[in-house]
């Protein structure tokens, strides 16, 4: 099974139209989400829409669990409170309803694959760390643990002590058990401000984190234009 690995889209349109450019001639059995397809940027409308045309498993992230819960807003700092007033403002209530029947994971039986937008363990607003990522690798019956939310790709196998990170690499897992944190598509936040995504192919056994470039311009003129939080535009062009 190959399947496209997307994170923290975070509502950024022009980051995700990208991947989907670079990748138009592969063939995905799946594609999945793992949380924050909203907030940040300008169009979560078309964001959602694009991920329901390709039929993508989308799961909750912390964005939209605080969209549907605001009285939880104060864990945000403000301008991630001001972004997530401006998404509920914003979002068609089709897209509201949308959200609203996210599951909290993603999981395939077949290939003992978890993905979380947090961790294993708490799936919607942990970060996830070495030791935790160490007990869900040890006690839980997973081959293949996906998670976000960190916006830092990288890797730990099994029995190891610390978190590999990286940008762009092709890594085999043979038969050992693995945890990936899944780079942020439309907001990163390690100092490349390029667009992340990974390809996950469960017969070849090999896991690719990609990054590539796209129209971060245009990505921050609609925030700009969307009245958003300067901050939200700049950090696109820095990767903070
Ligand atoms: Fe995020």
Same mark, same amino acid.
């Given at each position: 099974m190959k399947l496209l690995l997307l994170s923290?889209?975070?509502?950024?349109l022009e980051a995700m139209e990208a991947v989907f450019s670079k990748t138009k001639n592969y063939s995905f059995d799946k594609i999945v989400s793992l949380g924050d397809?909203?907030?940040?940027?300008?169009n979560p409308n078309e964001v959602i829409a694009l991920l329901k045309e390709k039929k993508a498993h989308c799961i909750l992230g912390n964005h939209e669990y605080i969209l549907m819960y605001?009285?939880?807003?104060?864990?945000?700092n403000s301008s991630a409170q001001k972004c997530s007033l401006w998404t509920k403002e914003n979002l068609s209530k089709e897209n509201m309803q949308w959200i609203e029947k996210l599951p909290g994971k993603f999981i395939d039986k077949e290939n003992k694959i978890l993905g979380v937008h !947090?961790? #294993?363990?708490?799936?919607?607003f942990e970060y996830i760390d070495a030791g935790i990522a160490r007990l869900a690798l040890k006690e839980?019956?997973?081959r293949i643990f996906l998670t976000g939310h960190s916006h830092l790709p990288g890797y730990i196998f099994e029995e190891e002590k610390q978190f590999t990170c990286i940008k762009k690499k092709e890594i085999t897992y043979d038969e050992k058990k693995i945890l990936i944190t899944v780079p942020s598509? !439309?907001? #990163?936040?390690?100092?490349?401000p390029r667009t992340g995504y990974c390809v996950l192919d469960t017969d070849e056994k090999f896991i690719k984190f990609e990054r590539i470039s796209y129209d971060i311009e245009k990505a921050a003129k609609k925030i700009r234009e969307a009245g958003l939080p300067e901050i939200e535009a700049e950090r696109l062009f820095s990767g903070f």
């Open positions: 923290d889209i975070h509502a950024n397809q909203i907030d940040y940027g300008a605001p009285e939880q807003l104060n864990w945000f !947090g961790t #294993p363990f708490n799936p919607i839980m019956n997973y598509c !439309g907001q #990163p936040r390690d100092e490349d």
